[in-house]
């Protein structure tokens, strides 16, 4: 035990064997849903796409498993530039012991700043910021991952909000005109959600949804 935390605690890089590249994929594997949720685009899209399936009132359509797929496969796509720029500066060069462990973890975390930075507001990050009271840095490489993570979090959340608003819209105003129209008709006992489901869905499919969503989200990246 003594002789694996002299390794793990050594900088040379010839001293990274296969104990501590096990060591760091069980560290990333167990942490693999928090990078995933906090740290890529992931909350935007899953979120965003449930707002969809809520305003439509299909209920269980798509299901969730439908919908966690479509946000993973969209995540992908869209952080493949920021995943391949890892591997490159940081995974690679740690596998070919051309680097540290230490160097690896900031080179990896470099480029996740850059995508997240892009994408928070700079209110939400002055709040932890200013709660940590750490000085406004001046290069992105020098904010702190625990300011910078919550951030992101919570700007990710308010945006996808706010595409959230933006498609309840003309749903809300076919729920409206149907309830309008059952009342004036003096069906107060028929529920407005059943007769205006069929027509959310033919004006989704009309205007092709799926592709707006998605093509605005992408847009919002």
């Known amino acids: 035990m ?12 010839e001293n990274v064997s296969t104990s501590v590249k096990l060591l760091l994929l069980l560290t990333v594997l167990s942490i693999a849903p928090s990078i995933l949720i906090l740290l890529t685009c992931f909350t935007r899209i899953v979120i965003v796409l449930s707002f969809v399936r809520t305003a ?4 269980q359509m798509p299901p969730n498993q439908v919908i966690i797929g479509l946000s993973l496969f969209l995540t992908f796509f869209i952080m493949a530039p920021t995943f391949q720029t890892v591997n490159k500066e940081a ?7 051309k680097i540290t462990l230490e160097q690896a973890y900031e080179k990896a975390a470099t480029p996740f700043k850059e995508f997240m930075s892009g994408q928070t507001r700079q209110k939400d990050l ?6 940590a009271k750490v000085d ?13 993570v919550p951030a992101f979090a919570i700007s990710e959340i308010k945006t996808a909000f706010q595409i959230g608003f933006m498609i309840f819209i003309p749903f809300l105003v076919i729920d409206m005109i149907v309830a309008s129209v059952l009342m004036s008709m003096g069906m107060m006992m028929l529920p407005p959600v059943m007769i205006s489901l069929p027509f959310k869905i033919l004006l989704f499919v009309l205007v092709d949804g799926w592709y707006l969503v998605v093509k605005s989200l992408l847009q919002s990246f």
């Open 56 to 59: 439509l009132a299909t209920q």
């Open 126 to 131: 002055a709040l932890f910021l200013e709660y």
């Open 136 to 148: 406004r840095p001046e290069k992105i490489e020098d904010i702190p991952l625990t300011a910078l």
């Open 91 to 97: 995974l690679t060069p740690l596998f070919n012991e």
């Open 2 to 13: 003594n002789e694996f935390m002299e390794i793990f605690n050594s900088s040379a890089p």
